[in-house]
Nanobody
Framework: QLQLVESGGGLVQPGGSLRLSCAAS????????IGWFRQAPGKEREGISC????????NYADSVKGRFTISRDNAKNTVYLQMNSLKPEDTAVYYC?????????????????WGQGTQVTVSS
């Protein structure tokens, strides 16, 4: 069964950091571009970052650019999202998703497989 599992969420103070992980089971991530998305209560799902199959291309939403970094370790079948300088407006459920094909896009409709999400809460 193809599955993505996010981990690493939690409660953090403003200005703090978290690293989210997206681990795959039942398939290898080598052949997939990976995106990170988030959804806050009452808001639409937002594509915040993506990384190409090779890892050579990344893309970030303006809302997280300069604070978040996406990376992948294909040997561990895992993609990461390092989140620094967190703000209360970053509070949301964070999802990773995989799409066949190599190139990176933050459009949710392009993704084939989704994880269940991990909650990130930024609050003092």
């Amino acid at each position: 069964q193809l599955q993505l599992v996010e981990s690493g969420g939690g409660l953090v103070q403003p200005g703090g950091s978290l690293r989210l992980s997206c681990a795959a089971s039942g398939f290898t991530l080598d052949y997939y571009a990976i995106g990170w998305f988030r959804q806050a209560p009452g808001k639409e799902r937002e594509g915040i970052s993506c990384i190409s199959r090779s890892g050579g291309s990344t893309n970030y939403a303006d809302s997280v650019k300069g604070r978040f970094t996406i990376s992948r370790d294909n040997a561990k079948n895992t993609v990461y999202l390092q989140m620094n300088s967190l703000k209360p407006e970053d509070t949301a459920v964070y999802y990773c998703a995989a799409r066949g094909g190599g190139w990176c896009t933050r459009g949710a409709m392009s993704y084939d497989y989704w994880g269940q999400g991990t909650q990130v809460t930024v609050s003092s």
